[in-house]
């Protein structure tokens, strides 16, 4: 939609296969309706939401959403290229969806500016799945440079991975279950990733552990007493975690490598230095 000033309004749901461009001096209202966009979303004049969802649906290829300072209504997510989706400017919506849960398919990446804070007013869902985190990202900016994100005070969110980020305040941190903190991160709190031993001894399988991806280094990690027919965990070479607590039952096997917890280690339970296998 481009051109001499004028306004649009759909009567009806939209569907783009490519790019949507909204030209200046144009109006886009798009009232109740679902726009469907496979390519960049562009805005040079004014996006009116009312209550409207919009969907980026990209397949073959990153998207960029530039919105020009209009808000959304219902942003969902489900592209599952590699690329992912770029907020190039401040994003505000309503409503942020990208999950697996909901939608079905695992989006990839999203990456944020960091000039600006993105704000969602209602509820920020965002949970990836098992071994497939959704990496979260700034889409500019160098060294410690974070994205802003402002969401609803008690937001989790699932299943991520989370890197060069600040929520907006201690009052609205957010929490991050199964997921993965990649560093310069501020109000974010994430909860334990917890070993299973469902499928080895091997602490390098991420099947082994409840995000379905091996612990970074920024991490807490909790063993417990496993199920009956699991395994207790062998270190693999030596490794660095950031808290780690080895619950009543555990067992942690360090299998002589060297395991370095830079910050706090509990133990109720047991850890072998030498492996309890040989």
Request: hydrophobic fraction near 35%.
């Amino acid at each position: 939609t481009s051109g001499a000033s004028a306004t649009y309004t759909t009567t009806e749901a939209l569907t783009v296969g490519g790019g949507l461009v909204i030209g200046k001096d144009v109006t886009a209202n798009a009232g109740t309706y679902t726009w469907t966009v496979g390519g960049d979303w562009t805005n040079s004049g004014t996006f009116s939401c009312g209550t409207s969802t919009v969907v980026l649906n990209g397949t073959t290829g990153g998207q960029t959403v530039t919105t020009g300072g209009s808000a959304f209504d219902t942003l969902t997510i489900t592209n599952t290229h590699l690329a992912g989706v770029t907020f190039a400017d401040t994003l505000t919506t309503r409503i942020f969806n990208a999950s697996y849960s909901v939608s079905g398919v695992n989006v990839r990446r999203l990456l944020f500016t960091t000039n600006g804070t993105h704000t969602v007013t209602g509820s920020f869902n965002v949970d990836g799945s098992t071994g497939d985190l959704i990496v979260l990202d700034r889409s500019d900016g160098s060294g410690t440079d974070k994205f802003t994100l402002m969401v609803p005070a008690g937001t989790t969110v699932n299943y991520v991975d989370v890197t060069n980020s600040s929520g907006f305040s201690s009052a609205t941190e957010i929490t991050a279950e199964n997921s993965n903190n990649g560093g310069n991160t501020v109000y974010w709190v994430f909860a334990a990733i917890t070993w299973n031993g469902s499928l080895s001894r091997d602490w390098a399988t991420g099947g082994n552990w409840s995000s379905g991806v091996v612990p970074g280094t920024l991490t807490l990690i909790r063993i417990n007493l496993v199920d009956s027919g699991n395994y207790n965990p062998v270190l693999d070479q030596n490794r660095t975690v950031h808290n780690m607590i080895v619950g009543a039952g555990g067992e942690v096997d360090l299998n002589n490598y060297t395991l370095d917890v830079t910050n706090n280690l509990i133990v109720d339970g047991k850890i072998f230095v030498t492996s309890s296998n040989d």
